[in-house]
């Protein structure tokens, strides 16, 4: 099954308030929006800072949050091509005198902010809607996934915004499958930039339903990126029991509209960490695959053919890198990364197995070299029970790697109950042989007990937290809401 694209993270599906610079920043985007993420910028995370009118300033707006201790702007300025340099300068200089850091996500034309310095943070794919249905034609995988979806009984149409008011039948479905998509994350709920907000000044967005029956199994809304006279896919969500090329349909649609409309450009938006990124961001997004599905993500998209795929930018003062980094983090996670990953391990299904089988890696790695150095005496073990115990951890620990990339209630059950009897037997062993003599033996035996149980009760708890089949695909639970700062 196609994944869903998973460029949003929030369950906050409610109509913002159109407040003076809301409306004020809308403006600007439609007249001056070339990034893929200028749109999302009026999204409920976002305070805008407006530049001053020329001569004196250079009239840009530029959407960012604040983290308390910088700026992170969404793309670059909203302002015309030639005072873009300017007008960053500008917004840096405003937030040093705020005293705050400041820097530029997702900016697609680095090359134009003289003075700054860019790091890739990843690529977009783009396509051109006029060759939509030559690319379908050339490509067999990517027609036969169109037509299982057809097979099964999925028809996609275009929504009209009044389809959606609040209170509407629709709107009630479209958020009851956003809520599941939601529930069904590794990661807590996000804000800048991937806030799951398909409802802000709906007149300006492009929706379409997938629809099987009388049952809504998908929704996918576009908004615009008016310089490029182009879409961003922004949202996309789905029920598990979507049929496969349930999304590629959602797409189909999309794109067949722009390519009538005249339009040049449609974006799926950033894959993030994907193509030639730094070394250092190649590693970040091997360890916390568990977590986020970065290459999945990519070889999604890649799958759709685009015609081209273009880098996307975090622009930063020079020597600032780490901190832009950590900054730009922040924004994501609105407010302490630590407080932010511990509700990502605690809350969702995925974090446990994932933060269980981190420390297990390096445990084996401790039992397999005390089995070398001594074969098992210092842990009371003869060499083959405790050959056997180094073969148990490391086939436990890819089980719980495997895990944490797919949750499933009866994958953790099962682990929950191989860690209880693993645990049961340490316990026994430690009855039997005693903690030994010196410091290393006790603290040695202590850990290879206290370990499993403490192992069994988090994947019970994490079997606990994930969501019966039956809940992800047909039952969804009431839309998660979250407070909004003030515009």
């Not at 339903?209 to 576009?222: I, K």
């Not at 001594?374 to 405790?386: H, I, T, V, Y």
């Not at 192992?455 to 969501?467: E, K």
């Not at 047909?474 to 003030?486: E, I, K, W």
Request: glycine share 8%.
């Amino acid at each position: 099954m196609a994944p869903a694209l998973p460029t949003c993270d929030t369950g906050a599906l409610s109509e913002l308030e159109p407040t003076a610079d809301r409306q004020r920043a809308r403006d600007h985007v439609l007249r001056f929006g070339r990034d893929a993420v200028a749109f999302q910028g009026l999204e409920s995370a976002c305070r805008y800072w407006f530049d001053a009118p020329a001569p004196e300033g250079t009239g840009a707006c530029v959407a960012y949050v604040d983290t308390g201790r910088a700026w992170v702007a969404a793309g670059s300025p909203l302002a015309p091509p030639d005072e873009r340099a300017r007008a960053t300068r500008r917004f840096v200089d405003a937030a040093r005198a705020s005293g705050r850091r400041a820097c530029l996500f997702c900016a697609e034309r680095a090359e134009e902010l003289d003075g700054f310095t860019a790091l890739r943070i990843g690529e977009q794919p783009v396509f051109e809607p006029a060759r939509w249905a030559e690319t379908v034609a050339a490509h067999r995988r990517l027609k036969e996934q169109l037509r299982r979806a057809r097979a099964k009984g999925v028809r996609v149409r275009r929504v009209a915004p009044a389809e959606l008011d609040a209170g509407a039948p629709l709107r009630a479905r479209v958020e009851a499958i956003a809520a599941a998509w939601l529930h069904g994350r590794h990661l807590e709920p996000m804000g800048f930039l991937v806030a799951l907000e398909p409802f802000v000044f709906p007149d300006d967005h492009r929706y379409y339903v997938a629809e099987r029956g009388d049952e809504v199994v998908a929704f996918t809304s576009l908004v615009p990126v008016p310089a490029r006279r182009g879409w961003l896919v922004e949202d996309t969500v789905r029920i598990d029991a979507a049929p496969n090329g349930t999304t590629e349909l959602l797409l189909d649609a999309a794109m067949r509209d722009a390519a009538d409309a005249g339009d040049a450009v449609v974006t799926l938006g950033l894959a993030p960490l994907s193509g030639p990124v730094a070394p250092w961001l190649r590693l970040a997004r091997f360890a916390s695959s568990p977590l986020y599905d970065f290459r999945s993500l990519r070889a999604f998209k890649q799958r759709l053919h685009p015609a081209a795929w273009e880098p996307v930018w975090m622009v930063h003062r020079p020597r600032r890198r780490i901190l832009a980094l950590l900054d730009a983090l922040r924004a994501f996670a609105g407010g302490s990364l630590v407080a932010f990953g511990v509700r990502s391990l605690v809350r969702h299904p995925s974090g446990l197995p994932w933060l269980l089988a981190v420390p297990l890696v390096a445990w084996t790695l401790v039992l397999a070299a005390v089995l070398v150095a001594d074969g098992g005496g210092l842990l009371g073990f003869s060499a083959p029970a405790l050959a056997a115990w180094v073969a148990w951890d490391a086939l436990l620990a890819g089980l719980l790697f495997r895990v944490a990339r797919r949750p499933r209630r009866r994958h953790l059950r099962g682990l929950a109950a191989a860690a209880g009897l693993d645990a049961a037997l340490s316990v026994l062993h430690l009855g039997r042989v005693g903690l030994g003599a010196g410091a290393l033996a006790p603290t040695l035996r202590l850990a290879g007990t206290l370990a499993p149980v403490l192992g069994t009760l988090a994947l019970a708890w994490a079997a606990h937290r994930a969501p019966p089949p039956a809940a992800r695909a047909t039952s969804p639970p009431a839309p998660q809401r979250r407070r909004r700062p003030p515009a």
